[in-house]
């Protein structure tokens, strides 16, 4: 299977400079094989990307997909009070399906606003792969290991990691522990021995908000990020979501980490959780790729959305609009984020060689329009529904605004049971 992308204006996030340029992309199978103007392969189905910049798609480094009936759900509350009032009664009553359908919904926003990978953590994500199998996309999953749900998960772990942790896998599995503040010692040190095991990586939240800070702080006498070094936790590849409230000694400890941190801007906007900054531990050498969070607390899955959030807290906060420049939040939505998932050998680029995971952004519109910065127009003016097109794989599962192979009638037909339910 070859296919021929004619006529596109290619930004390939490859270096520190946007390099943008009139060309043509010639995929096999899953990979790109050629770029340069004028390629003649008459066996190829043909795509024209005139009037499109093509680019890497978007990777979200921190999600939980079976969250999406939570959008706006009880909202303007404190983070815990929300979680212990509003989200884990609901939580208890889902059943398999309800991951599945809640999951599939999900997936539909992230194919529609550009996202062609995530990294997720919850419960019951055998029903999340199913979902992402079905909807074409690439996914990073983990069970969510607290002190109380140890044993099922870190079988269903092995297993999946079995199952899915090859080459030709869209799907890669990690290991979670939760975060520091729902894992014992002992709880971490499983998580740790068993990622060891696999040869994978962690998912943890970490420094989320202050309260947490202060929590742990007062029950083990350290920080967060010295209570996960201390246990070994930076032995493997970690994804951090949040890093808030990191000190300048914790900077000291994540400098050698591999893996980094995702950063959430609207999410920690919206509960109120701080502000992360990014441009020091950019300046420190540790990766930052962005993530939404669950659609509970940040109601939206758009990535464009992020980026924007996260250009103007960092310049607000620090008094200085050159704080973070547009082409560094394309870079930290694309190709930092496949380094904080470990897959920048495979994503986050368009480069020979890797795989065909790309996204064709409609630029013939009013609010696109002058162009006088591709970069500034993609960060501070485009939106999700400006995605025209979404490849992932090699498989187009976008085409013009339409989804090729998801019913999403149907999808919506499903949720709409479970908000009726449980909500």
Known sequence: MKTLIK???LLDMVGNEPNIRKTDILIEENKIVKIEENI????AEIIDAKEKVVMPGFVNTHTHLAMSIFRGYKDDQKLMDWLENAIFPVE???????????????CIELIKTGTTTFNDMYFRMDKTIEAVEESGLRGVIAWS???????????RTREYHEKYNHENSRIKVYVSAHAPYSCSPDTIQLCVDLAKELDTGIHIHLSETLQEDKLIKKKYNKTGTEYLNDLHVFD?????????????SDLEILKNIKGGI??????????????????KLRKNGINVGLGTDGIGSTTTLDMFEEMKTAAYLQKVNTMDPTAIKAYDLLKMATIEGARVLGLEDEIGTIEVGKKADMIFINTNKT?????NDLCTNLVYSANGADVDTVMVDGKI?????????INEKHVKKNIAKVVKRLL
């Open 397 to 405: 599962l976008m085409q013009n605004r339409k989804l090729l192979n």
């Open 367 to 371: 609010h696109l329009y002058p162009e």
């Open 145 to 155: 290991i607290t002190d109380t749900s140890i044993k099922d998960k870190i079988t």
């Open 262 to 279: 995702s950063h959430n801007p609207i999410s920690n906007c919206k509960l109120s959780s701080g502000i992360c900054n990014v441009g």
């Open 7 to 9: 006529n596109a204006t």
């Open 236 to 248: 493997v590849p970690v994804v951090l979501a949040h890093g808030i409230y990191i000190s300048d």
């Open 40 to 43: 003649d392969e008459t066996k």
């Open 92 to 106: 208890d009553k889902l059943r398999p399906d309800d991951i599945y359908w809640n999951s599939f919904l999900s």
